[in-house]
């Protein structure tokens, strides 16, 4: 059976995702490492062997995988702005770096909102993007560190990415996400085809990420802080988006 070997979903912990790219001399990159042990099996499974590992922000389920796979060979890249907090580095980006490894091409996005020093990562090769816990599918992350105004600006500029790029996000929370996106306005054909994909791929075993954006921008109401029946679903008719985005936080957080 010949697999899509574009991008491999890696369920580790409690409900985190990582994520494998294969290249085509038998290497990988991972995206985040949440924990060591389905990884290394991951990667015995497709035959594949780790060439690089790039995180996305410093929380206990990104990286406390990473020290078990490290072995010589194995390039450990994350943010600049984070190496204080993050395992030690063997490559320090930037946001707006384009990051090469092993033949591919990897930009780095400056995400901040849910921790300061959030990076994400869009692979056009692909037509992915490895969002962490900033812009998740159908919701984002928990503003922990940072402001609304910095997720706002970090989605903004996720948002801006072409339509066909699927979003891989840190955790397997479509589900909840998609429950709270469906008091928000969403496009109601969308949602009922979302649902019935989400069913599918409970019964399946399936992972949840994935989405593209355009798929997204007709539910995740992040992505939707300028349009008037959203506005009007949190009482703020013609607001700035950032203050919408800060509101419909706050309810999700109470959901
Ligand atoms: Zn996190």
Redesign the pocket.
């Given at each position: 059976m010949r697999k899509n070997r574009q991008v491999l979903t890696v369920r580790c912990r409690q409900d985190n995702y990582a994520y494998l790219l294969p290249l085509d001399d038998g290497t990988c990159l991972l995206i985040d490492a949440p924990e060591a042990a389905p990884i290394v099996s991951r990667l015995a499974a497709e035959g594949l062997r780790l060439r690089a590992i790039l995180l996305t922000?410093h929380?206990g389920?990104?990286v406390e995988g990473v020290e078990a796979l490290r072995a010589p060979g194995v390039e450990v890249i994350g943010a600049a702005a984070d190496a204080h907090r993050l395992p030690p580095l063997d490559r320090a980006v930037a946001p707006g770096e384009e990051v090469e490894v092993g033949g591919l091409s990897l930009r780095v996005l400056d995400a901040p909102g849910?921790?300061i020093g959030h990076v994400a990562y869009h692979v056009a090769a692909r037509s992915a993007l490895f969002s962490?816990?900033s812009l998740m599918v159908h919701g984002c992350?928990r503003l922990f560190e940072g402001t609304p105004a910095q997720m706002q600006a970090s989605i903004a500029a996720m948002d801006r990415l072409p339509e066909d790029t699927a979003i891989f996000s840190?955790h397997d929370y479509a589900e909840a996400n998609l429950a709270f996106a469906a008091t928000m306005a969403p496009d109601p054909g969308a949602l009922a085809r979302r649902h019935a994909a989400l069913a599918l791929c409970a019964d399946e075993g399936w992972p949840t990420t994935g989405v593209t954006l355009a798929e997204d921008r007709a539910l995740n109401p992040y992505l939707r802080v300028h349009l008037p029946q959203v506005q009007a679903a949190v009482d703020m008719p013609g607001a700035e988006p950032v203050a919408v985005l800060a509101e419909i936080r706050r309810r999700k957080d109470r959901f």
């Open positions: 922000h929380h389920d990104h849910h921790t962490g816990d992350g840190g």
